[in-house]
Structures are given as structure tokens and as C-alpha cells.
């Protein structure tokens, strides 16, 4: 079992997680991009243009979560997480969706732990961003025709 001071959060500790969220959102803004224009069929036509706009959301993220890992005195990450590609709308869809859930379930942890380090416009930053993820996974499952999966929170 971890002692106590293994887990101790630092500021090094938040920039290294919020540098995986900035891999996540480098993920996000490709698949979003590549599955705007790839996404094919008269049902799937407002979703399509819905992509493009989350595509230009994610970049926004992205730089806000940079600007946040530089503050913390860290290097920004330039990798993204790896990009699933299918022909299938359905399965695209589904990607994005996983992708999204994920997404919240860190963010969710990520603002308690700015909160933790009393770094409270990161986690203000953060919760904004959060309302816009939970956006992107409700209009993906509603174009799955599903209802909105419930993330939970990460570790
Ligand atoms: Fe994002
Ligand atoms: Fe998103």
C-alpha cells in the first residue's frame, strides 16, 4: 500500500496529468476533423457539422490546457493520444463517445485536484471546459440514438 506521501498531489504531479489531457485533446481535435469529413449519409449530415465545431472547441482546449502546464512550470505535451479511424458512422461515433467519457471522468478529477493545490482558476478554466465536453458526449449519444453515458470520475 502507497504511504501517504507517494500520494501527495504536487504541482509537478498536476502538470504531468494535464499533460495527458492535452494528448487527449490533441486526440480529440484530429478525430474530430477526420471524422467531420469521412462521416457519410443523409442521417449523419447535422452530426457531421456538429464535429466541425467540436474539432474547433478541442483546439481551444488544447491551448488553455498548455497555457496551464507552462504555468505549473511544465512542457507542454505535442503527442497525441493514438486516433482510431473506420468508415462506419456508427463506429466513429462510438469513438468519439469512449473518447468524451474519458475525457470528463479525468477532467472531473483534474478540477479537484486544482482545487486541492488551491489553484483555483485552473480548476474555473477546467470546469468550463468540462461543460463543453459533456456538450460533445450529449450530442453523440443522441445521435447513436442513446442516452448519455454517466463517466463517472477517475482515480
Ligand atoms: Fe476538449
Ligand atoms: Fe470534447
Same mark, same amino acid.
Given at each position: 500500500?502507497?504511504?501517504?506521501?507517494?500520494?501527495?498531489?504536487? &504541482?509537478?504531479?498536476? @502538470?504531468?496529468?494535464?499533460? #495527458?489531457?492535452?494528448?487527449? %485533446?490533441?486526440?480529440?481535435?484530429?478525430?474530430? +476533423?477526420?471524422?467531420?469529413?469521412?462521416? !457519410? /449519409? *443523409?442521417?449523419?449530415?447535422?452530426? @457531421?457539422?456538429?464535429?466541425?465545431?467540436? @474539432? !474547433?472547441? %478541442?483546439?481551444?482546449?488544447a491551448l488553455q490546457i498548455?497555457?496551464?502546464?507552462?504555468?505549473?512550470?511544465?512542457?507542454?505535451?505535442?503527442? $497525441?493520444? $493514438?486516433? !482510431?479511424?473506420?468508415?462506419?458512422?456508427?463506429?466513429?461515433? &462510438?469513438?468519439?463517445?469512449?473518447?468524451?467519457? #474519458?475525457?470528463?471522468?479525468?477532467? &472531473?478529477?483534474?478540477?479537484?485536484? @486544482?482545487?486541492?493545490l488551491n489553484e483555483f482558476?485552473?480548476?474555473? /478554466?477546467?470546469? %468550463?471546459?468540462? +461543460?463543453? #465536453?459533456?456538450?460533445?458526449? =450529449?450530442?453523440? *449519444?443522441?445521435?447513436? /440514438? =442513446?442516452? $448519455?453515458?454517466? $463517466?463517472?470520475?477517475?482515480?
Amino acid at each position: 500500500m502507497p504511504t501517504k506521501t507517494e500520494n501527495k498531489l504536487t &504541482r509537478q504531479k498536476l @502538470a504531468d496529468a494535464l499533460n #495527458e489531457d492535452l494528448s487527449r %485533446e490533441y486526440q480529440a481535435i484530429i478525430a474530430y +476533423v477526420n471524422y467531420s469529413q469521412v462521416l !457519410k /449519409g *443523409a442521417s449523419y449530415m447535422n452530426i @457531421a457539422d456538429e464535429l466541425t465545431v467540436h @474539432a !474547433k472547441e %478541442e483546439l481551444d482546449h488544447a491551448l488553455q490546457i498548455s497555457n496551464f502546464v507552462d504555468y505549473l512550470g511544465g512542457m507542454p505535451s505535442v503527442t $497525441p493520444k $493514438p486516433v !482510431k479511424t473506420s468508415e462506419k458512422a456508427e463506429e466513429m461515433l &462510438r469513438f468519439d463517445l469512449d473518447n468524451e467519457t #474519458e475525457t470528463i471522468r479525468q477532467y &472531473r478529477r483534474r478540477v479537484k485536484q @486544482a482545487d486541492e493545490l488551491n489553484e483555483f482558476a485552473i480548476a474555473e /478554466g477546467l470546469r %468550463e471546459i468540462l +461543460v463543453q #465536453e459533456q456538450d460533445h458526449l =450529449i450530442s453523440l *449519444a443522441t445521435a447513436l /440514438g =442513446i442516452d $448519455p453515458p454517466n $463517466p463517472g470520475i477517475a482515480d
